[in-house]
């Protein structure tokens, strides 16, 4: 048996076994005047055992896996995108490889920034597919006092072409949307979403599968009080 | 001449056997030219499951079986329980398929096959039908054909000579003058009908646009080849049979009557001088320098005989390799797995091993002059292949590198350990701010270990000392290293050199029996047995696998297809013996649950089942 041969058994072997989910938590908290603070939070540590075994092999089930260096200049790569697009400051990048627990915190001074922030990392990392063609994801409208989430990122067709392998991963990933006022909610459009006992704040919940399958998705059009 | 003699009688023996028995032998309809044959005895498997049982399954009624298949079988005018034959020729232009199978009603077989299309008589007076662009069914009154064509597209792009005849422009011209097989005869007639046959569509042999005129070379393509296959059933009832493979002594040798089933491959330069020309990669270029070598004489073939017994189903494989070579794989194998590994193997929780006992020294001084006929192929290494053997010679030291690592090992998998693992998540508040707790959660991971035999003491604890060195681990009182190879990963390695033996192991469990030098419960006399006599051994307890593989509560089919597992799978093994003259015997068995009448019983139940399970 080759060494090359056994190495990859000895940590392939665990894979067969673990567990294997994540979740991905949005939040947004909106001023008044349309300024806020984004942070996204993607949480691995359940699947932290696999995630160990998965970073000693070069490629698991097709996909090439990512060395730890490749890991962190990628979002090196997007604190630095962040950092160039306009109306986005404060940008703050928490990398903890022991628990898989990555997330990213900017400040923006409207929502227009963080919408062309993400075209801009669609734009360099050919994503159009994974994060549909729209290119309003977040809308605040003053007058009428209403926040907008286009939410629908659906792969259509594509997701029958996913390897069941895949889809079983991300059936267990929740997407968590979380959005944060001071003034209170009035109205919601989509009924799956939560409102606080504050009314202050919307909170919603996603499988991932769902939203890339086209079965859900977490768009929302919230009004508040005026 | 003594030889020859026996081999003649042998297989008149046999022709006159097979004719008086069961009339029509269908062996002698297949070509001596077959590549690969796979045989089935209908009756052997009829005796043990009836047409009756098979239709009660529910597979037979599903939407994705034909409208043939939903009709009782018993229903298609063949003889179930005479013996099938499945071929498939290669040459360089084209591959059938065949399917032989004997009528026993051929009013019954002709009224369903009459429903796939119109029969039709061909020069000779036998009936066909062309069931599509690229198969057809022919018979007589005791039996039929079915084959199926496929060109190789290759032939008619690349060759230079066949794509001016049929007008295709050369999009890369590559010299194959040395190697084309063409079938002149086939080929003679083929152009000469294509005419006939494509009627007006065929004008212009010239024909030089290459981009879009896609689809009427593909006709062309299809109508060769259906061309083709129809002279190919001609040849087929008339076949001589001389020109068959009854009289491949080796062949019908194989054909074990006690067998369900059997797979033949018999090796010939012919074979791989056909799949020269559908690839054209650097891995072609050793395959094409394969042609002629000594490793694929005529006279090596490959046999799987299937037995599907009352307690288990067994594959017996035979292989043959160059008996100018036997010597050298000899001296390969020529070692024995180190007696003092089964002392570190608890067999409570015992769920599967590999081991293997090569001679690493051997292997590395053979290698070479196995590779020699591959070199001296190769176009830019022919000349130099013997310095290039030397110069391997000198940089290696066989001798060292064969005490370092003797060629003996085993890896074990000897429980599946169920541990609690820390993760975090979130809890909200009424604002939904959230705030990080950890919480544990169970985790199954298999407890190994790997083993193998070491004659230099010395270097290996170099070895481990480069890594601890290094910071890849670090070095215990007890004399072992840990590694955890990334920080914060919850599994470790741990590392040792002890009596001759390198061990690598993921648990402290199975450390301590390391350490201890001895387990409470060994592996059983069978299990010692085997590792003792075999060159390899694959040992898989799928049953137990299953039964502590964790529970997948998500998804009700998996968990149903996992419930299931556990109940109706056992044992598998597999063992390869060492070579006794140019020949190596393997085989596998997987032993069935109780409960089952028999294994034909147990594997059609089973696709059934999971059939069912899957819908």
């Not at chain 2, 792009?157 to 890369?172: A, F, S």
Request: charged content about 25%; hydrophobic content about 40%; some cysteine.
């Amino acid at each position: 048996m080759k060494l090359k041969n056994l190495y990859r058994t000895l940590f392939f072997l665990p894979l067969l076994f673990l567990t294997s989910c994540f979740d991905i938590i949005e939040e947004v908290n909106l001023h008044d005047d349309g300024s806020g603070i984004f942070n996204l939070t993607v949480n691995m540590s359940q699947s932290r055992a696999k995630l160990f075994s998965m970073l000693l092999l070069d490629s698991v089930q097709g996909h090439k896996v990512p060395k730890r260096e490749e890991i962190k200049a990628r979002l090196n790569e997007l604190a630095a995108a962040a950092r160039k697009t306009e109306g986005i400051k404060e940008v703050k990048i928490v990398q903890d490889f022991d628990n898989f627990v990555f997330s990213f915190h900017c400040l923006f001074s409207d929502l227009n920034s963080l919408n062309h922030l993400i075209e801009e990392i669609k734009k360099t990392h050919n994503a159009d597919e994974f994060l549909n063609s729209e290119t309003i994801h977040f809308e605040y409208n003053k007058r009428t006092a209403t926040y907008t989430r286009n939410g629908n990122y659906s792969i259509g067709d594509a997701y029958y072409k996913v390897k069941n392998i895949d889809k079983s991963i991300l059936s267990n990933a929740n997407f968590v949307s979380i959005v944060r006022f001071n003034k209170e909610v009035a109205i919601i459009s989509n009924l799956n979403a939560k409102v606080a006992p504050t009314k202050k704040a919307v909170m919603l919940r996603v499988n991932v599968a769902h939203i890339i399958k086209g079965t859900e998705n977490f768009s929302n059009k919230i009004t508040l009080s005026k | 001449m003594k030889q020859a003699l026996k081999k003649i009688m042998m297989v008149l023996c046999c022709y006159l056997f097979l004719q008086t028995s069961y009339g029509i032998d269908l062996q002698s309809k297949i070509p001596k030219t077959a590549q690969y044959v796979f045989t089935i005895h209908g009756q052997n498997i009829l005796n043990k499951m009836s047409l009756e049982e098979m239709g009660k399954l529910s597979i037979m009624n599903a939407p994705f079986m034909g409208d043939s298949i939903k009709m009782r079988i018993g229903e298609f005018g063949l003889n179930l329980n005479a013996t099938f034959y499945f071929y498939v020729e290669m040459t360089d232009s084209i591959l059938y398929f065949t399917y032989l199978f004997p009528i026993s009603d051929v009013k019954q077989f002709e009224s369903v096959i009459a429903r796939k299309g119109e029969i039709k008589k061909d020069a000779k007076g036998n009936n066909y039908v062309e069931t599509s662009s690229t198969n057809l069914t022919t018979w007589t009154k005791d039996y039929g054909a079915f084959i199926i064509e496929m060109v190789v597209s290759e032939y008619f792009t690349k060759v230079p000579d066949t794509y001016k005849r049929y007008g295709y422009k050369v999009e890369e011209v590559i010299d194959y003058s040395n190697n084309v097989m063409e079938d002149a005869a086939v080929d003679t007639l083929a152009t000469e009908s294509l005419e006939d046959s494509l009627g007006n569509d065929a004008v212009d042999y010239n024909y030089t646009n290459t981009y879009d005129d896609w689809s009427i070379k593909q006709k062309y393509r299809d109508t060769i080849g259906m061309i083709w296959a129809k002279q190919k059933a001609i040849q087929l009832f008339s076949l001589p049979f001389s020109e068959s493979i009854s009289t491949n002594v080796k062949f019908v040798e194989s054909q074990d009557k006690t067998a369900e089933g059997i797979f033949w491959f018999g090796s010939s330069n012919s074979v791989l001088s056909s799949l020269m020309y559908s690839m054209n990669t650097p891995s072609s270029l050793m395959l094409k320098s394969m042609v002629g070598s000594a490793l694929f004489s005529d006279k090596n073939y490959f046999v799987a005989s299937i037995h599907c017994n009352e307690k288990d189903i067994k594959v017996d494989v035979t292989s043959t390799m160059d008996p100018r070579l036997t010597k050298n794989y000899e001296k390969m194998v020529n070692a024995k797995l180190n007696k003092n590994f089964s002392k570190y193997i608890p067999s409570e929780n015992l769920l599967g091993y590999y081991s293997f006992a090569y001679n690493t020294q051997a292997v590395m001084e053979e290698t070479p002059k196995l590779m020699m006929p591959y070199l001296d192929m190769i176009p830019y290494a022919k000349n130099i292949s013997s310095d290039i053997i030397d110069l391997y010679a000198l940089m290696i030291d066989e001798e060292a590198i064969g005490k370092l690592f003797k060629g003996d090992g085993i890896f074990a998998v000897t429980n599946l350990v169920t541990t609690e693992v820390p993760y975090s998540t979130y809890e909200y508040d009424s604002l939904y701010n959230y705030t990080e707790i950890k919480k544990m959660k169970n985790e199954t991971f298999p407890e190994f270990v790997f083993m193998y035999s070491t004659e230099d003491v010395i270097m290996t604890e170099k070895i481990l000392g480069m890594f601890y060195k290094t910071g890849l681990c670090v070095k215990k009182e007890e004399g072992y290293y840990e590694s955890s190879l990334y920080s914060g990963s919850p599994f470790k390695l741990y590392l040792l050199q002890k009596e001759g033996i390198v061990f690598i192991c993921n648990t402290q469990q199975q450390l301590e029996i390391i350490l201890k030098g001895k387990v409470e419960k060994g592996l059983s006399k069978e299990h010692l047995k085997r590792l003792k006599v075999n060159t390899a051994n694959v040992f898989v307890d799928i049953k137990k696998i299953l039964e502590r593989f964790p529970n997948m509560t998500e998804e009700n089919r998996k968990m149903d297809m996992l419930t299931y597992g556990r109940k109706n799978v056992e044992i598998l093994n597999f063992t390869q013996s060492k070579p006794k003259g140019n020949t190596i015997k393997s085989e596998m068995v997987l032993n069935i649950p109780k409960g089952n009448d028999n294994s034909v019983k147990y594997l059609f139940n089973m696709i059934n089942d999971l059939y069912l399970l899957s819908k």
